[in-house]
């Protein structure tokens, strides 16, 4: 993104909305959505900048504005922040008002309030001589803002969206925390009412961030995303669809179709979620993209209303499968199949998603569910003990969904032939296996262990056990906090060696806690106690614990954990 459509500056609320600039939320932009647990969060950081000995400036965060001529500014991201801003300044004017109709000092609170509204609501123009508002909402709110709350006058109540209840409801609620604001300061209110005023506008400040473009505004949204920043990239995208339809004068049920379908989506994924479906949506159809170039292949491939709609189509018929992945537990899947999924989540692996998504749309159930596993395999050979490069791994897995899409491959077995260079071969996976760490210091990196365990248990005894049950540990035979009696093993090979897979095995929970960090000799018996068949073979075979014998053991459960994680007819 070159300098010169893109600018970043630090502006205060004043030097914002009381320049002569004018500012509108987009038409299809979401509905103002704010509730009191947003107002009171807003309030309290605007008293405590205004009350003595208070911060001397509160930041409100990115503000991400789109211009052509520095002028009139599209509001990308920041709208409720503004929206809610300037229905303070107006609960400020009403209490002014009422300080003019109370005859109290009418003649200085009409021109406070003349040069509040004319500050920071609206102003004269100077050609067409008619008062333009600042901001401008989107077309579900802005009628009732124009019409209602800029004015000041009666507000009803009956035949309103939700969001303009919620615009009024906001109004109302800080019109009466002003109010008691300005009484509780004693003297003149309408002074205590502008010095109100005055103060939030220089002390509330934002990171503005100018684009000229919506590609720009997107690249804006990536970026900040990936630094932590929690913007929705969500509605970017619906104001482009939206606006496609629009320049083709479509119909209003069109629109409002579009608005229906696209919101419930969004409600059942979450905005913040929804980036993310739409490319493995779009992978496991179109061409390939990456995240960062999204929005722009979306801008050129879909130019017309009825790519609109099948774009709105397509993502309908795959939310489903892509919910069941992220969420398994809330999915109508089989029990084996939503165990894949959970493994896939626990794993963080979602490169095969695409293909998952295509796989799903083409092959029987029976087909599909093979290859749902496959996944599962590859992703435990390749990324979690393996792991190898994720990035690489994409483009395969998208070649393979425009296989099937292609009518290339028709089952499962063909379609896994083109998964070959992803899927390590058994000698390779049992070299890395037999060296793996695995710290399971880290909570999910436990569960991965639990897991491992738990289907290697199953494989050698035919017990079948659940990894996520509460009722045994890990049992570290060499402890994580060595004490005496085990002296056999310098710092430095205990460092190297207490998170090898070798040298972990399950354990009953009370079992676990009672030998705690016992020497070996001490634990052995209860390890050969113990419910666990491997967990007995491990005491039964070693009649001390040392670095070769953990060797030698991780060296065993890697041949085991080959012929688990296995597809045959790749090996």
């Given at each position: 993104m070159?300098?010169?459509?893109?600018?970043t500056?630090?502006?205060?609320?004043r030097?914002?909305i009381?320049?002569?600039?004018?500012?509108r939320?987009?038409?299809?932009?979401?509905?103002?959505?704010w509730t009191?647990?947003?107002?009171?969060?807003?309030?309290?950081?605007?008293?405590?900048?205004?009350?003595?000995?208070?911060?001397?400036?509160?930041y409100m965060g990115?503000?991400v504005?789109?211009?052509e001529?520095?002028?009139t500014f599209?509001?990308?991201d920041?709208?409720?922040?503004?929206?809610?801003?300037?229905?303070i300044?107006l609960a400020?004017?009403?209490?002014?008002?009422?300080?003019?109709?109370?005859g109290?000092?009418?003649?200085?609170?009409?021109?406070?309030?003349?040069?509040i509204r004319n500050?920071?609501?609206?102003y004269?123009?100077?050609?067409?001589?008619?008062?333009?508002?600042k901001?401008?909402?989107?077309?579900?709110?802005?009628?009732?803002?124009?019409?209602?709350?800029?004015p000041?006058?009666?507000?009803?109540?009956r035949?309103?969206?939700?969001?303009?209840?919620?615009?009024?409801?906001?109004?109302?609620?800080?019109?009466?925390?002003?109010r008691d604001?300005?009484?509780?300061?004693?003297g003149?209110?309408?002074?205590v009412?502008?010095t109100?005023?005055?103060?939030?506008?220089d002390?509330?400040?934002?990171t503005v961030?100018?684009?000229?473009d919506?590609?720009?505004?997107?690249?804006v949204?990536?970026?900040?995303n990936?630094r932590?920043?929690?913007?929705?990239s969500t509605?970017?995208l619906?104001?482009?669809?939206?606006?496609?339809?629009h320049?083709?004068?479509?119909?209003?049920?069109a629109?409002?179709?579009l608005?229906?379908?696209?919101?419930?989506?969004?409600?059942?994924?979450?905005?913040e979620?929804?980036?993310?479906?739409?490319r493995?949506?779009?992978?496991?159809?179109?061409?390939?993209?990456r995240?960062?170039?999204?929005?722009?292949t979306?801008?050129?491939?879909v130019?017309g209303p009825?790519?609109v709609?099948?774009l709105l189509?397509?993502?309908e018929?795959?939310?489903?499968?892509?919910?069941?992945?992220?969420n398994p537990?809330?999915?109508?899947?089989?029990?084996?199949l939503?165990?894949?999924?959970?493994?896939?989540?626990?794993?963080?692996?979602?490169?095969?998603?695409p293909?998952?998504l295509?796989?799903?749309?083409?092959l029987?159930?029976?087909?599909?569910?093979k290859?749902?596993?496959?996944?599962?395999v590859?992703?435990?050979r390749?990324n979690?003990?393996?792991?190898?490069?994720?990035n690489?791994?994409?483009?395969v897995?998208?070649?393979?969904?425009?296989?099937?899409?292609?009518?290339?491959a028709?089952?499962?077995?063909?379609l896994?032939?083109?998964?070959?260079?992803?899927?390590?071969?058994?000698?390779a996976?049992?070299a890395?296996f037999?060296d793996?760490?695995?710290?399971?210091?880290?909570?999910?990196?436990?569960?991965?262990?639990?897991?491992?365990?738990?289907?290697?248990?199953?494989q050698h005894s035919?017990?079948?056990?659940?990894f996520?049950?509460?009722t045994?540990n890990?049992?570290?035979?060499?402890?994580?906090?060595?004490e005496?009696?085990?002296?056999?093993f310098?710092?430095?090979?205990a460092?190297a060696l207490i998170?090898?897979?070798?040298?972990?095995?399950?354990?009953?929970k009370?079992?676990?806690?009672?030998?705690?960090?016992?020497?070996?000799?001490?634990?052995r018996p209860?390890?050969?106690?113990?419910?666990?068949?491997l967990?007995?073979?491990?005491?039964?075979e070693n009649?001390?614990w040392?670095p070769?014998r953990?060797a030698?053991?991780?060296?065993?459960?890697?041949?085991?954990?080959?012929?688990?994680?296995r597809?045959?007819?790749l090996s």
């Amino acid at each position: 993104m070159s300098a010169t459509n893109f600018k970043t500056e630090n502006n205060t609320y004043r030097k914002l909305i009381g320049n002569g600039l004018t500012y509108r939320i987009p038409r299809f932009q979401r509905d103002y959505s704010w509730t009191d647990e947003e107002w009171e969060d807003l309030w309290s950081d605007i008293l405590g900048t205004i009350q003595d000995g208070g911060e001397p400036a509160h930041y409100m965060g990115y503000l991400v504005l789109q211009s052509e001529d520095e002028k009139t500014f599209d509001v990308i991201d920041g709208q409720q922040r503004l929206t809610t801003l300037s229905l303070i300044i107006l609960a400020a004017l009403k209490n002014l008002q009422r300080q003019v109709d109370e005859g109290k000092n009418p003649d200085q609170n009409k021109q406070r309030l003349e040069q509040i509204r004319n500050t920071y609501l609206g102003y004269l123009d100077p050609v067409t001589l008619v008062t333009r508002s600042k901001l401008t909402l989107n077309r579900n709110n802005n009628d009732y803002y124009q019409t209602y709350l800029v004015p000041l006058g009666h507000l009803p109540v009956r035949g309103f969206r939700a969001s303009e209840h919620s615009l009024r409801k906001a109004f109302e609620w800080f019109e009466k925390r002003v109010r008691d604001y300005a009484r509780k300061q004693g003297g003149d209110e309408g002074v205590v009412l502008a010095t109100l005023v005055e103060a939030m506008s220089d002390r509330l400040f934002f990171t503005v961030i100018s684009v000229t473009d919506e590609l720009n505004a997107y690249k804006v949204f990536e970026t900040l995303n990936a630094r932590g920043v929690r913007l929705s990239s969500t509605d970017l995208l619906k104001n482009y669809l939206f606006s496609v339809l629009h320049k083709q004068n479509e119909h209003p049920n069109a629109m409002n179709a579009l608005e229906d379908r696209w919101e419930s989506m969004v409600s059942r994924m979450g905005a913040e979620s929804f980036p993310d479906f739409l490319r493995s949506h779009w992978n496991s159809r179109k061409t390939f993209v990456r995240q960062s170039d999204l929005f722009k292949t979306i801008r050129n491939k879909v130019a017309g209303p009825a790519a609109v709609f099948e774009l709105l189509r397509g993502m309908e018929e795959d939310m489903d499968t892509y919910l069941a992945l992220t969420n398994p537990e809330a999915a109508h899947w089989p029990a084996q199949l939503k165990s894949h999924a959970q493994q896939l989540r626990m794993f963080k692996v979602r490169q095969p998603f695409p293909l998952i998504l295509a796989a799903q749309r083409v092959l029987s159930a029976d087909q599909f569910a093979k290859v749902l596993r496959a996944c599962v395999v590859i992703a435990f050979r390749y990324n979690v003990i393996g792991n190898l490069p994720a990035n690489e791994q994409e483009r395969v897995y998208y070649a393979a969904a425009q296989k099937l899409n292609q009518g290339i491959a028709g089952n499962a077995q063909q379609l896994l032939e083109s998964l070959q260079e992803i899927y390590p071969k058994d000698e390779a996976f049992r070299a890395v296996f037999a060296d793996k760490i695995i710290r399971t210091t880290d909570a999910r990196n436990n569960r991965v262990v639990r897991y491992i365990l738990c289907e290697l248990e199953r494989q050698h005894s035919g017990q079948d056990f659940d990894f996520e049950s509460d009722t045994f540990n890990i049992e570290h035979i060499l402890p994580q906090n060595p004490e005496a009696g085990w002296e056999q093993f310098t710092d430095d090979e205990a460092e190297a060696l207490i998170y090898r897979i070798g040298n972990m095995a399950l354990l009953a929970k009370g079992a676990n806690k009672d030998i705690g960090n016992q020497a070996y000799a001490i634990k052995r018996p209860v390890l050969q106690a113990s419910a666990f068949g491997l967990t007995q073979k491990l005491a039964e075979e070693n009649a001390g614990w040392t670095p070769q014998r953990i060797a030698a053991r991780q060296k065993a459960l890697a041949k085991l954990a080959t012929a688990i994680w296995r597809i045959d007819q790749l090996s």
